[in-house]
């Protein structure tokens, strides 16, 4: 089973930046796409932005021009920078990705633990 460890979350001012990373790891296994979720207390889980293993991103409204998704496809690691961070941003931030099995072939949906972001004004 291919798992996915977030990092990089922690407390910051508005303003301020971060840089979320993902890195999944396990056996034989390839990754298609991958995208960053978050959480607020009292909230449903919601799409930040994605990214397809070409590299073309879409984003939520609310993060346009201040989030970019990237990822390194030889290492299986994705990156979330965060720029002008505002309180509104704190959430809990998850990484999910579709893995992909060659042999026997099956696909499946996988998710890290999380991170916590947390922005104060």
């Known amino acids: 089973q291919v798992q996915l460890v977030e990092s990089g979350g922690g407390l910051v001012q508005a303003g301020g930046s971060l840089r979320l990373s993902c890195a999944a790891s396990?056996?034989?296994?390839?990754?298609?796409?991958m995208g960053w979720y978050r959480q607020a207390p009292g909230k449903q889980r919601d799409l930040v932005a994605r990214i397809t293993r070409g590299g073309s991103t879409n984003y939520v409204d609310s993060v346009k021009g201040r989030f970019t998704i990237s990822r390194d496809n030889a290492k299986n690691t994705m990156y979330l920078q965060m720029n002008s961070l505002k309180p509104e941003d704190t959430a809990v931030y998850y990484c999910?990705?579709?893995?992909?099995?060659?042999?026997?072939?099956?696909?499946?949906?996988?998710w890290g633990r999380g991170t916590q972001v947390t922005v104060s004004s």
């Open positions: 999910n990705a579709g893995v992909i099995v060659a042999s026997p072939f099956r696909t499946y949906d996988t």
């Open positions: 396990g056996n034989d296994f390839s990754i298609s796409a």
